[in-house]
């Protein structure tokens, strides 16, 4: 009857031709996939061998705090009100109109309506190759170790490279990426199609560590060799790209002045509140204006005047701390470090500290040394997790990490459509169990003349502005809560974590989240903004720390709420794999009176991650065997406004490989209340169809699609495959991809890769 009640409500709202959809779809919270075999246990292994350490996985919940839990919420508000029964859509409706939203759509034309995707979908499989639909192309762009420059030789498939080269070479697995037209003059260009930049992320050295001659070489102290190609094989890859003579297939043009890697060494400067202060300072940057690297760049962002963000994720996974570090800090210091699992006695699961005297390897440490922090680098740790920019248009310009949108494991970086007049403004996610979702607003209102001023934009729009965290609200309405020091508790008499100033607001943002009672939510991957309406789309990727609504949670386990709300089991081989939410969902929100700028939204749960065979409570988004999937983790809007959707899964790969999905979305408020697989009321959007979403890639074995750019005409697109093969070891390969996707019997080793798609009649992709 709730939807009865919602369908009379939007007609009254929005006029009978609104269609109401015949049922709501939000896909939930993602789990962190591939759980039985994360990418930092393998950094730390041989194969057969057992970990000696546990690394902080990805995800791994490292958030003690006892922020309200948005169950308690529910509890209190929903049944006070007495609307367990089906009233949370009657009651998100009258939200949004309090809101001063409509349920039906709101601000803009919402061109989407017209959208439809035109090709059929690709089946599930576990085949060692890119499968996309009839009619569509595919050919290799580029794969770990190809060299950038005419100089290098070609990769020789036996990790022969040296490491210098690969200040030269792509790097290893490959992750966010964007496309940026490149003019006949040099400049961005928004509009040229034939021609760009690509800019790609290189995330972490990939297991079975195909980059070395043998793999890793085993021992407790690292091989200063293997450790200096690690270090170099991380970080951004930026290659020129153009068309090819005939058909829309784009090629790098190797030995392209524009061609460039940014390493983990690669020197770089602060910007924003925390620059110069005491907490940034190094033996390399005395005064903490400057400091070297990035690293673990996973997601990515764009800005509006045409330059790359990259973005730190797991950064806690390159440094290492002494045991009995403790010692040597204060009280202050050790919350700050343990809340970002940066724990006394931590082996990285890297060791690249352990790999000589170089400066090179010990700044990896944070450990106290010296007598000052400028001496040593015991605020290593500090200089890591931050928004990265880069010019690809300069070839010498010098990255710039801004502290002013905070540290945390940055995934990505998505910017609203810019206004001018208006503030520009940038969501991002915290990808860890229990973590929370930011934005960030500019100070200075955007100007168009600023196109193509490269870091002097740059410093304008992002090194001053306000940091939020977001709270979602068991009726369907959420805050963001500003991360200001002086307000909101963020002072010095703190009594979770005294902060100083500005700067340790932002060096120590999960603290100030904690303190204003953000919600934890399940693993906040990739945001994308529809360029239509300006909702804002997110994935929560997994969470199998979610226990029972009637169970009591331990340590960090986390009982359902309405914007993570399921609790079920994914059965393999007849046996429980995993418990909690191991498919996924993705929630979304549209922003009070449509400003992104706006500190209260609405929001709903787009699309819930499941098996189409699962429960109905599981597969609450009513998915089929034309759109089922699991873990949605990369998410994009292209041009026209079609949401593209990757995933990274370790629930569903018995049945399928990981995949990307083409969807026709809605609007928040076109679905309705549901109760969950476990019995939480939630809210979800309409639900899907085979016209709205569709399977339209899946990739070859144990890999993860990840990373997503098309050009202006919609005629090329780009998708990046990362760790193909990963369950396997260089004497015992489970994948030759890319060789494999042109030759089935090769024994190459398998490499990360950027792949180029295209529609054989040379028409735009997807529709
Ligand atoms: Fe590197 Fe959250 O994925
Ligand atoms: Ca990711
Ligand atoms: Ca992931
Ligand atoms: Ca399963």
Same mark, same amino acid.
């Given at each position: 009857h709730c939807l009865a009640a919602l369908a009379a409500r939007r007609t009254a709202l929005c006029g009978a031709d609104d269609a109401l959809s015949s049922s709501l779809h939000m896909l939930c919270t993602p789990l962190r996939s591939r759980q039985p075999f994360n990418q930092e246990t393998f950094m730390s292994l041989r194969p057969g061998q057992t970990p000696a350490i546990s690394p902080l996985n990805d995800g791994e919940s490292t958030n003690p705090s006892a922020n309200t839990h948005i169950q308690d919420i529910i509890d209190a508000r929903l049944s006070r009100r007495g609307v367990l029964k089906g009233g949370i859509a009657a009651s998100t409706t009258a939200l949004f109109s309090s809101l001063g939203l409509s349920a039906c759509g709101g601000s803009g034309s919402d061109k989407d309506d017209a959208l439809a995707l035109s090709f059929d979908a690709v089946a599930k499989n576990k085949n060692d190759v890119v499968t996309v639909p009839a009619g569509y192309e595919v050919s290799i762009l580029h794969a770990l170790g190809d060299p950038l420059?005419? =100089?290098?030789?070609?990769?020789?498939?036996?990790?022969? !490279?040296? +490491?210098?080269?690969?200040n030269r070479r792509v790097g290893d697995g490959h992750d966010g990426m964007h496309y940026f037209g490149l003019s006949d003059a040099g400049a961005y260009s928004a509009s040229r199609a034939d021609r760009g930049l690509l800019c790609v992320n290189h995330e972490y050295v990939v297991g079975p560590n195909g980059l070395h001659p043998n793999g890793r070489t085993a021992g407790s102290a690292r091989v200063a060799s293997e450790v200096e190609k690690e270090i170099y094989a991380h970080g951004v890859s930026i290659s020129e790209i153009k068309r090819n003579s005939s058909g829309n297939a784009m090629t790098l043009v190797r030995g392209s002045a524009f061609n460039r890697r940014v390493t983990s060494a690669t020197p770089m400067a602060f910007s924003g509140p925390a620059r110069g202060n005491a907490l940034l300072q190094t033996k390399y940057s005395p005064d903490g204006t400057t400091t070297r690297g990035t690293n673990n760049n996973c997601g990515n962002g764009y800005t509006p005047w045409g330059t790359y963000l990259t973005c730190e994720e797991n950064f806690t996974n390159v440094i290492g701390r002494a045991t009995g570090d403790n010692a040597k800090r204060s009280a202050k210091e050790i919350t700050g470090l343990n809340r970002y699992g940066m724990t006394d006695g931590r082996k990285s699961p890297y060791l690249w500290d352990t790999a000589g005297s170089d400066d090179l390897f010990v700044r990896w440490s944070a450990s106290v040394t010296g007598a000052s922090a400028? !001496?040593?680098?015991?605020? $290593?740790?500090? $200089?890591?997790?931050?928004?990265?920019?880069?010019?690809?248009?300069?070839?010498?310009? =010098?990255?710039?990490?801004? =502290?002013?949108l905070g540290r945390f494991a940055h995934e990505g970086c998505w910017p609203c459509? +810019?206004? +001018?007049?208006?503030?520009?403004?940038?969501?991002?996610? @915290?990808?860890?169990?229990?973590?929370?979702?930011?934005?960030?607003v500019s100070k200075a209102l955007w100007d168009a003349a600023d196109v193509g001023k490269g870091h002097t934009a740059g410093a304008k729009y992002m090194s001053e502005g306000t940091l939020y965290v977001a709270k979602f609200n068991s009726d369907g309405s959420g805050t963001w809560v500003e991360l200001t020091h002086g307000k909101n508790g963020l002072t010095a008499s703190n009594t979770t974590y005294p902060f100083a100033d500005q700067a340790d607001v932002l060096v120590h943002a999960r603290?100030?989240? @904690?303190?204003?009672?953000?919600?934890?939510?399940?693993?906040?991957?990739?945001?994308?903004?529809?360029?239509?309406?300006?909702?804002?789309?997110? $994935?929560?990727?997994?969470?199998?720390?979610?226990?029972?609504?009637?169970?009591?949670?331990?340590?960090?386990?986390?009982?359902? @709420?309405? +914007?993570?709300p399921r609790y079920y089991e994914d059965i393999k081989g007849g046996t429980t794999s995993q418990k909690g939410n191991p498919n996924g969902h993705i929630i979304r929100w549209r922003e009070a009176g449509g400003d992104p700028a706006a500190t209260t939204f609405a929001w709903d749960i787009y699309l819930f991650g499941a098996e189409a065979t699962a429960a109905a409570n599981v597969n609450l988004s009513g998915l089929t065997a034309v759109n089922d999937f699991s873990s949605p983790d990369g998410l994009w809007f292209d041009q026209n406004g079609m949401l593209w959707i990757q995933t990274d899964d370790g629930a569903y790969t018995d049945v399928t490989n990981c995949m990307m999905l083409a969807a026709v979305p809605g609007k928040v408020g076109d679905g309705s209340a549901a109760t969950a697989a476990g019995g939480t009321p939630t809210i979800k959007g309409a639900n899907a169809t085979e016209a709205t979403v569709r399977r339209f890639l899946v990739g070859p074995k144990q890999c993860e699609v990840t990373g997503i750019a098309m050009t202006p005409d919609r005629k090329t697109m780009f998708v990046n495959i990362q760790h193909p093969g990963e369950d396997g070891s260089l004497t015992s390969p489970t994948s030759a991809w890319p060789a494999s996707q042109t030759d089935a019997t090769s024994t190459k080793r398998p490499r990360s890769a950027t792949v180029v798609i295209t529609r054989s009649n040379g028409g735009e992709i997807a529709v």
């Open positions: 420059s005419l =100089t290098d030789a070609a990769w020789a498939n036996n990790g022969s !490279e040296s +490491a210098e080269s690969y400028a !001496e040593g680098y015991r605020n $290593t740790f500090n $200089t890591f997790g931050w928004i990265v920019e880069i010019d690809p248009f300069t070839a010498n310009s =010098t990255p710039v990490k801004y =502290t002013a459509k +810019a206004v +001018a007049g208006k503030p520009v403004v940038f969501y991002m996610g @915290d990808d860890s169990r229990n973590e929370y979702i930011y934005k960030f603290l100030a989240g @904690d303190v204003i009672g953000a919600t934890k939510m399940d693993r906040p991957e990739w945001g994308a903004v529809n360029p239509m309406n300006g909702e804002v789309y997110m $994935t929560l990727t997994n969470n199998s720390n979610r226990v029972s609504p009637t169970a009591t949670p331990t340590g960090s386990q986390l009982k359902p @709420d309405t +914007a993570n």
